[in-house]
């Protein structure tokens, strides 16, 4: 079987050109470095992919925040995390960039938020009177 990546390491965006059978890599090439060629060997015995979905906030001025994985997760557990994702429930405010989960499911990545959601007026009230 013959498949092309866009190897995402580094900002070159190489074109590898992939041969493989099963799981196994017979060659590569267009990389211009190891890292490419192992990124391409990955794709094939534990493709990787980054998940990005949203996250219900109670308080907060939208209903939900978007949010995505801070690495690539394999392909393979990308549903338990979407799962994860969905039972999850978060009190405004929300920062950009703010960690919601810490290593999600083991996996070596976060969950982040990629946009700052407020507090509602009424909930800011209320949390500066329990002096948050
Ligand atoms: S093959 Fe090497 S140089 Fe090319 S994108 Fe991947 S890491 Fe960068």
New binding site residues.
Partial sequence: MKSEYI????????E?SVEYEGETMISCSG???Q??YR?AESMITDPMRSVTSSVLVEGGVMPLVSVRTSAPVSKKRMFDVVRAIKELKVQAPVARGQVLVSDVLGLGADIIATRTVEAKRSERRRLILRGK
């Fill in positions: 190897c995402i390491v580094c900002p070159n965006g190489c590898l990389n211009r470095c890292r490419g990124y």
